[in-house]
C-alpha cells in the first residue's frame, strides 16, 4: 500500500463529515430564523397591546375631562 491509497479513505471521511456539518448547520440556521421570526411577531404583539393601553387610557381621561367640565 502506497501513501495514496491510505488517503483515499481519509478524504472520504472528512467529504462526508464537511457534508454532516454542513447540514447540521443548515438545520441550526433554520431554527434560529424560526425564532427570531416568533420574537418579532411577540414584540409587536406587546407594542399593539400597549398601544391600545395607551389609547384606553387617552379616552378615559377626555370622558373624566368632559364630566369634570360638566
Given at each position: ?60 381621561m377626555l370622558v373624566d375631562e368632559g364630566i369634570n367640565a360638566l
Amino acid at each position: 500500500m502506497n501513501l495514496t491509497q491510505l488517503a483515499n479513505p481519509e478524504e472520504l471521511i472528512g467529504g462526508i463529515a464537511a457534508i454532516i456539518t454542513l447540514i447540521y448547520l443548515a438545520v441550526q440556521v433554520r431554527k434560529s430564523a424560526e425564532a427570531q421570526r416568533q420574537a418579532n411577531e411577540l414584540a409587536k404583539a406587546d407594542v399593539l397591546q400597549k398601544s391600545a393601553a395607551v389609547d384606553s387610557k387617552i379616552r378615559q381621561m377626555l370622558v373624566d375631562e368632559g364630566i369634570n367640565a360638566l
